[in-house]
């Protein structure tokens, strides 16, 4: 896995980076790496995961749940967060 041609952590999608930390998790779990190629992928695994939780924070702080009035009609929207 050369990740000198890899392209920068922050310009991947969500999707993408999954699908890379997928496979370099894959990569150290058959352990057919060389040790300083693995210190290399799990450094840029790390990158990943973050970037990662980072696309995850931003998608939630986005979705918004449906208020209900009395009669069960949609009335508005809230935070996902926000207390009753």
Known sequence: MNTNAQPDVSTLSFEQAVEELERIVSALERGDVALDKSIEIYERGEALKKHCETLL?????RIE?????????PQGVDPLDAEQ
Do not use: P, T
Request: charged share 55%.
């Open 65 to 73: 749940k449906i208020r209900l009035d009395r009669a069960g009609r």
């Open 57 to 61: 924070k931003a998608a939630e702080d």
